[in-house]
């Protein structure tokens, strides 16, 4: 955090991007090939970086997730951040690799495809693809949206609705009140449940 606070302070100064992009590469090729979950955050920290940087964002409006997003597909998919980066295409791979863009670019606004890509060491048009790739699958593939996608996404605390006409999905995060308000029912049910007799 050292680093992260001492780059806000350099990139809210306006700091020529010459020098911010030097200790990016710097951070960046130090851990390419050794990468694993304890070098993560410093991964991070390094991608997003760049991206203040190109852009002019402030760290305080970036909020840190990718890390959460890579362990709940880790999670779901049962595989390890180093698998989902290994140049394999087998499914058992692919999928959860391209799911995870798939996230990274539907969650993560803030982040562009090529640093996206940078996290998982594959080019633009590859990210690109994997997003188009996941969005057709949702459109299309029941099971896939309803024992995948959905789960992963309530599992990161969004509520999901499926639009069958439109074939459209769209997630959000619940307020506070709507978020109490649907615990109340999912407790209120569990009640009926246990009352019914058997």
């Known amino acids: 955090m050292k680093f992260v606070n001492k780059m806000k302070t350099e990139v809210n100064k306006n700091y020529p991007y010459k020098v911010v992009n030097e200790r990016y590469s710097e951070i960046y090729y130090e851990i390419l090939n050794t990468i694993s979950n304890e070098h993560l955050d410093k991964l991070q920290e390094a991608v997003l970086m760049r991206e203040m940087a190109l852009f002019g964002r402030s760290m305080g409006k970036v909020r840190i997730e990718v890390k959460t997003l890579i362990k709940t597909v880790e999670s779901h998919y049962d595989q390890s951040f180093e698998q989902l980066r290994a140049k394999c295409r087998k499914r058992e791979f692919l999928e959860p690799r391209q799911v ?99």
């Open 100 to 198: 995870l863009m798939w996230l990274l670019r539907n969650i993560r606004k803030d982040i562009t495809s090529g640093a996206v890509g940078e996290l998982l060491d594959r080019d633009h048009a590859t990210v690109l693809h994997a997003d188009k790739t996941i969005s057709d699958i949702i459109k299309f593939d029941q099971e896939f949206r309803e024992n995948k996608i959905f789960p992963i996404l309530n599992s990161l605390g969004y509520r999901v609705s499926w639009d069958s006409e439109e074939r459209s999905l769209s997630f959000y995060k619940p307020t506070e009140g709507e978020y109490e308000e649907l615990i109340q029912d999912e407790s209120s049910q569990n009640k009926e449940d246990e009352t019914i007799p058997s």
